[in-house]
């Protein structure tokens, strides 16, 4: 009959306690108290380093103990400080043996063992003393004490390839290993080993808006994490010892370079397709990592925030267009005004940029004028919404059916992917038949992915984002002259495109699907309107996206 490891352990355990000390300690022999307890996971049922030493010093009390040594580590190689300080002083003849409460407290690779049985050889090392098995200093006693140090590397060595083994397969099946990223749980109700990610219901939301403002480019990572602490009060996921506390700055800057949010995860180097749900697509979060800078790295901090900087082009000469700020006093009456002004960075040699600048209200007057002619009342809204409601009933009533089924199916074989890899960590069945059903599960999974992204699918998605486009155009000029410099930001940014400077005047057209609405004044076109949006969105796909109306408040 096949023994597992730790049996195998307990059983020549039980064979050494049947052979008693029977011969008397000497009084004067001097030891040493060794008390360790690993972080690994084979080492957690172990006692901990204060109920060892308690055990001990009840056992062993009696006995003259020079020092107690107490090591948080592993055994499983060598290297540990407080070990071999304790060796090289029994080998000086400072003491005489070792108190443990087990020899796998003591070694569990071959160099300590090997050290510990040549020291015994020696004389250097006289005595050994465990609670939990009994050692004579005879060739029977080193022999036995050799075949239980043996077993607890070998225990160690197969827990390591099981564990292994298991990450394979866990990689395989699309699942990261860890503990899920912030907006993710890792699902406690599924087996140990087995345990898929899911969205966390509580913070899922807010990261995905932590990345809205992002992708807008008025926001810092910074400022980002102050409004997601202080204004959303998000923190950690709250564990045993850490968690419950707002992301550290490091923190904020993991998430944002994180292609986890995206499908996919890193793991040994490696880049694996993942199963859990995607936060973000790709693109959003490559044009995240272009706003940060290259490879990632967060971009340099400026004094002063420009609500345009980086949006217009001098139209003369081709540069970017920057902004500084001027402070001029009145000697009249000594007050002081602060004047913000727009020009052409002239960073090209060869050309001779002419161009004069353009203070700040004067240009977002300019901008005003542009935004009116595609802002929309809130009657418009509330049609249109009413509309768009209709749209989706028709469409939801043809095809739910079949969606409901597709989804079923989806899931069914993810369960069997599950349930599979279950049977494989068993030994139930062999590495080519686990290889050959977990080709044919993934196959039709795939078949039903692509049948759940079918235009039906698209549509709904493309009606979700004609109506977040209506309520971002609605009211939009009056939001715009009321709000912050974030906000100024993002309607700009997000309404206009190609905006060309010259002699002070700042040129641009509103950019699809935002020129439709320029059709907004008569009634008989706002069902012409909604319905060239929603072809906009149909088209544009993940390429599109406009910031929620909760992204930009109305003031």
Not at 108 to 113: H, M
Not at 151 to 176: C, H, I, N, P, T
Not at 368 to 379: F, K
């Amino acid at each position: 009959m096949k023994k597992t490891a730790r049996s195998s352990v307990l059983a020549s355990t039980a064979i050494a306690n049947t052979a008693f000390d029977t011969t008397a300690t000497p009084t004067h022999w001097r030891y040493f108290l060794y008390a360790r307890k690993s972080s690994e996971p084979d080492d957690r049922q172990a006692l901990s380093i204060e109920s060892q030493k308690k055990e001990l010093l009840e056992r062993f009390g009696h006995l003259q103990i020079l020092e107690i040594l107490e090591e948080s580590r592993t055994a499983k190689e060598p290297g540990r400080p407080h070990f071999e300080r304790l060796m090289k002083r029994l080998e000086n003849g400072e003491a005489d043996g070792i108190i443990a409460w087990h020899p796998d407290r003591l070694s569990r690779n071959s160099v300590d063992a090997g050290r510990i049985i040549y020291d015994l050889d020696r004389g250097k090392l006289k005595d050994l003393k465990f609670a939990q098995y009994n050692f004579e200093n005879t060739p029977e006693g080193k022999w036995m004490l050799a075949v239980i140090l043996s077993q607890s590397k070998y225990f160690v060595d197969k827990l390591s390839k099981d564990v292994k083994r298991g990450l394979r397969a866990k990689l395989e099946m699309g699942w990261r290993p860890g503990v899920a990223p912030i907006g993710y749980l890792n699902n406690l109700a599924d087996h140990k080993g087995l345990r898929t990610l899911v969205p966390d219901p509580e913070r899922f939301a807010l990261v995905r808006q932590m990345w809205d403002l992002m992708l807008t480019g008025a926001y810092s990572p910074s400022r980002i994490l102050e409004v997601a602490s202080a204004e959303w009060g998000l923190r950690t996921v709250e564990r045993h010892k850490i968690g419950g506390s707002p992301l550290s700055y490091s923190g904020i800057y993991r998430l944002f370079t994180n292609r986890f949010y995206y499908g996919v995860f890193e793991y040994g180097g490696q880049l694996h397709q993942g199963r859990q749900q995607p936060m973000i697509s790709e693109e959003e979060f490559w044009k995240v990592q272009e706003l940060l800078g290259r490879k990632g790295r967060p971009r340099p901090k400026t004094k002063r925030t420009f609500a345009y900087t980086g949006l217009m082009r001098c139209a003369e000469c081709g540069c970017m267009v920057t902004a500084e700020e001027k402070v001029k006093r009145n000697r009249t009456n000594d007050g002081v005004r602060t004047y913000v002004y727009y020009h052409c960075t002239k960073k090209k040699r060869a050309v001779r940029c002419a161009q004069p600048c353009l203070e700040n209200r004067v240009l977002e007057e300019q901008i005003s004028r542009v935004l009116q002619t595609v802002d929309v009342p809130e009657e418009f809204l509330q049609w249109a919404r009413h509309y768009i409601k209709e749209l989706r009933q028709a469409e939801e009533s043809e095809n739910g059916v079949k969606r409901e089924n597709l989804q079923r199916a989806y899931s069914s074989t993810g369960k069997q992917l599950d349930e599979l890899l279950g049977v494989r960590l068993r030994g139930l069945i062999d590495d080519n038949e686990f290889e050959r059903k977990r080709l044919m599960l993934l196959r039709e999974q795939a078949a039903l992915k692509t049948q759940l992204d079918d235009p039906a699918a698209q549509t709904k998605l493309a009606l979700e984002r004609v109506e977040r486009t209506c309520e971002f155009a609605t009211n939009l000029k009056i939001r715009f002259e009321t709000g912050t410099i974030e906000e100024k930001r993002i309607i700009l940014e997000n309404v206009g495109s190609n905006l060309l400077l010259r002699d002070k005047i700042l040129r641009f057209e509103p950019i699809a699907p935002f020129h439709h609405f320029q059709r907004a004044g008569e009634k008989s076109n706002w069902r012409g309107i909604v319905k060239d949006v929603r072809t906009f969105c149909l088209e544009a796909r993940e390429e599109f996206s406009v910031p929620s109306i909760a992204t930009v408040p109305e003031s």
